[in-house]
């Protein structure tokens, strides 16, 4: 079983940056992948950006070049870089955690999310 517990999220003006912190505890061992989704009220969750044990990144159109994912695997935590803020990037932020996967199309768990509102 593995927790996780996230960090970072608030209230910040258009153009601001934050920062979302996620660590993973539990049975943790071998490749996985962690990462975030988004669910923007009356919206369909989306990934916003996932990174693997080995470092590789992929992200979402609408963030790329904003947006920053990194992890310390010593740590079991994985952060979310924001910048340049935008009101659409508004909803709810779950950190997700997919064990012995290279990535995060179906994560096995689940963050309790984490708001973040930008306003304009």
């Known amino acids: 079983q593995v927790q996780l517990e996230e960090s970072g999220g608030g209230l910040v003006q258009a153009g601001g940056s934050l920062r979302l912190s996620c660590a993973a505890s539990g049975t943790i061992f071998g490749f996985n992948t962690m990462g975030w989704y988004r669910q923007a009220p009356g919206k369909q969750r989306e990934l916003v950006a996932e990174?693997?044990?080995?470092?590789?990144?992929n992200y979402a159109d609408s963030v790329k070049g904003r947006f920053t994912i990194s992890r310390d695997n010593s740590k079991n935590t994985v952060y979310l870089q924001m910048n340049s803020l935008k009101p659409e990037d508004t909803a709810v932020y779950y950190c997700?955690?997919?064990?012995?996967?290279?990535?995060?199309?179906?994560?096995?768990?689940w963050g309790q999310g984490t708001q973040v509102t930008v306003s304009s």
């Open positions: 990174i693997n044990s080995g470092g590789t990144t």
């Open positions: 997700a955690f997919a064990p012995m996967s290279a990535s995060l199309v179906n994560p096995r768990y």
